[in-house]
Nanobody
């Protein structure tokens, strides 16, 4: 049974950086898209960044463009999210999702999710 494991979260001051990792294991099929989503207290899960495996093309929500970078390492079955110039509004639980067929901002497009890693940015 496949699983995703996120890591790399933590507490930083505004302007700081973190790199999140999402490692996949135990899957029998290949993924088409991996996405990073975040969920703040009392809020829904929103898409932050996603990447097509075949092309490596990344997509970002407007609020993180120029600050976050998503990348993949197929040899390690890992997708990264480099987060720079962090702001307090970036605070939340970050989840990675895996899709074998599509790539969108809809959480319904992803059939597997990790347990999440907490990011806290203080002002």
């Amino acid at each position: 049974l496949g699983q995703l494991v996120e890591s790399g979260g933590g507490s930083v001051q505004a302007g700081g950086s973190l790199r999140l990792s999402c490692t996949a294991s135990g899957y029998s099929d290949s993924w088409a898209c991996m996405g990073w989503f975040r969920q703040g207290p009392g809020a829904g899960r929103e898409g932050v960044a996603r990447i097509w495996r075949a092309s490596g093309n990344p997509y970002y929500t407007d609020s993180v463009k120029g600050r976050f970078t998503i990348s993949q390492n197929d040899a390690k079955n890992t997708v990264y999210l480099q987060m720079n110039s962090l702001k307090p509004e970036d605070t939340g639980m970050y989840y990675c999702g895996r899709s074998y067929w599509g790539c969108s901002w809809s959480t319904g497009s992803y059939e597997s999710w990790g347990q999440g890693t907490q990011v806290t940015v203080s002002s």
